[in-house]
């Protein structure tokens, strides 16, 4: 591998909308894989593969914090490539079609075995795999915006793309299987086939997707070390107290975010008694997305990112309350808050991602090395805890109130867990991440400093004589 290192030259020209696009087109591609399991794997497991809901909770903590070393594995590879494509663009074309295709296998457990004990050990195997191909194509993609622009507004219009990918995807998910839900209830041998011939088109549209991501990313901010040792690597994290602070109230956020998700199927289809309404629910929580992504730019020349994600964190804690207090029988009360959660989730989501593009800069600003590769992972493998966390904690609550998986009607106790798993449980989480991310160090015009300090140290490297 060649070690070519990108001009300076081109660190302050400006993206073009073919980049923005492709950008987006990456986590559409991402999420035919990450959201289909985060909102549909546990109920494919309860329902169709007929494990308990206690199992598919330990199976979500022991895969996810798997996923989470994963990531920082795929880290030190990213951080050790470097090709005539760049850094981070072959993994796209590599790594991203297995991602499709395991996740097809994820969702085809009864399939490959019979009895309920091998199907566990086959969900544990297929789940893990993806993990860890879903790693090393999100690392070197969540990497990528570090590496495109320096330029905050650009930045903060990539984070924005990033999560109108995002919201297509989860959007077109909804229409697409929550339909199948509601259609094959008590038939689980219908809605595998289902689920097989869906994640089959998926792995078709993904790699389509990738295509284009990889034909249109261009990585040209400068780095003074291409290929980077693990020495190096780690030696960027020590000290970066704002990645340190950002993934803690990460942790908190996704957590929350992530019980959600994992029961909101359950919410439609047994609180407010229609899986249908899985569909009106996602709209009005990921489509706030498309009214949020575009104002960002906006808000953050405002009030800054820290304002702004603490102003986000303080609406989801009204739409926790709102979603787990709302009256079962009046379905438009329990939607109106999970629209309101949808504007927290889209605000914080996006701006996770410029954040933890910033404190690539600080990095290298300490230590004169950038690690984009390992810098994400670490901040992934916090998002893959909260998701573990998250799904784990929504999976043991439904298990406690008395869920059966595959039964026609639920206890109330079950109903009662389902609501809190959906509203009290990510209240807890969104408060203890705003109490973390109120000493976040890192404001608009420190980093402003530390760029210009970074270049103006570069310039004085490449003034002085050679010996």
């Known amino acids: 591998m060649s070690a070519t290192i990108a001009a300076p030259a081109t660190t302050a020209r400006k993206l073009g909308a073919a980049q923005f696009l492709g950008y987006a087109a990456g986590d559409a591609a991402n999420n035919l894989a990450f ?103 999100n690392i070197p993609y969540g990497s990528l915006a570090a590496a495109m622009t320096q330029r905050p507004d650009e930045r903060a219009k990539l984070a924005s793309f990033r999560m109108i ?49 990889f034909s249109t990313a261009r990585e040209s901010v400068q780095r003074d070390v291409a290929q980077v040792s693990a020495r190096q690597s780690f030696g960027t994290l020590r000290g970066n107290k704002p990645l340190i602070m950002l993934c803690l109230a990460s942790l908190a956020f996704l957590t929350a975010m992530f019980s959600l998700q994992t029961v909101q199927v359950y919410y439609a289809r047994d609180v407010l008694g229609d899986a249908k309404l899985l569909t009106a629910l996602t709209v009005l929580s990921v489509g706030a997305i498309f009214v949020v992504a575009p104002l960002m730019p906006r808000i953050v020349r405002a009030i800054g990112k820290k304002r702004a994600f603490l ?20 379905p438009w009360v329990s939607m109106t808050f999970f629209g309101i959660m ?82 009290f449980i990510p209240v807890v989480f969104i408060a203890i991440g705003i109490l973390i991310f109120f000493r976040y160090p890192l404001t608009e015009r420190t980093f402003a400093t530390m760029v210009a300090e970074t270049q103006a140290r570069r310039l004085a490297a490449a003034a002085r004589p050679e010996p």
């Open 342 to 423: 949808g504007v927290a989730t889209a605000g914080i989501n996006t701006l996770m991602w410029a954040l933890e593009a910033d404190t690539v800069e600080y990095g290298e600003w300490r230590t004169g090395v950038r690690t984009e590769g390992i810098t994400y992972a670490l901040f992934s493998f916090t998002r893959k805890l909260g998701q573990a966390v998250g799904g784990a904690v929504a999976a043991f609550a439904i298990a406690l109130g008395g869920y059966v998986g595959g039964s026609a009607t639920q206890s109330q106790g079950a109903l009662d867990a389902i609501r809190y798993a959906s509203g």
């Open 165 to 213: 990918g995002t919201a297509v995807t989860t959007i077109m998910l909804a229409f697409v299987v929550s339909p199948q839900i509601q259609q094959y209830r008590g038939d689980p041998d219908g809605f595998q086939r289902s689920l097989l011939i869906t994640t089959a088109v998926f792995a078709v549209i993904g790699v389509a997707l990738y295509l284009f991501l």
């Open 311 to 330: 102003s986000f964190g303080a609406v989801g804690l009204l739409a926790g309350v709102g979603i787990s207090v709302s009256p079962p029988g009046t």
């Open 35 to 137: 959201s289909m399991t985060s909102f549909f794997l546990l109920i494919y497991y309860t329902d169709v593969v007929g494990i308990s809901a206690a199992a598919a909770g330990t199976l979500f903590l022991v895969i996810r914090i798997w996923d989470g070393f994963a990531d920082v594995f795929a880290g030190r590879v990213v951080d050790r490539t470097m090709t005539r494509w760049g850094k981070f663009r072959p993994f796209f074309i590599f790594a991203g079609p297995p991602v499709l295709l395991l996740s097809v296998a994820t969702f085809t457990v009864p399939g490959l075995f019979d009895s309920h004990g091998a199907s566990l050990v086959a969900a544990y195997v297929t789940y893990g795999l993806l993990g860890l191909a879903y790693s090393l194509v």
